[in-house]
């Protein structure tokens, strides 16, 4: 019974592993994506922040985006919630409950601007 759950675990950590390489590949394709569209329908000024928070077993990941249209400005939100066993060291580290900021982290560690 033990052996079976060693290698249940190890095949668990695998799994969470190759899992994250998806969540990774996702930001990265998504955000340029969204900055090309952006500009090929006119607006240029634009902000966005990555917003991430751990609650039980999910971490969720928030993407913000402001940008003027008719000259006000909107707030598109796109949510992205990930069993914290995929999630590595470093996205989870220092995150609560609370909703915090997690920007400069994740442009630093994925190598691209938000």
Do not use: C
Not at 36 to 56: H, N, R
């Amino acid at each position: 019974m033990v052996p079976l759950l060693v290698l249940g675990a190890l095949v668990g950590g695998a799994l969470a592993v190759a899992n994250w390489q998806e969540i990774e590949n996702w930001l990265k394709e998504f955000l340029p994506k969204l900055q090309t569209a952006l500009k090929d329908v006119g607006i240029v000024d634009y902000a966005a922040k990555l917003f991430s928070s751990v609650e039980g077993n999910v971490m969720r990941l928030v993407h913000k985006l402001y940008y003027k249209e008719n000259g006000k400005w909107v707030e598109k939100t796109t949510v992205r919630e990930i069993d914290e066993s995929e999630v590595p060291a470093w996205a989870k580290e220092g995150l609560t409950a609370r909703e915090s900021d997690v920007t400069a982290r994740y442009e630093k560690e994925l190598e691209l601007s938000v």
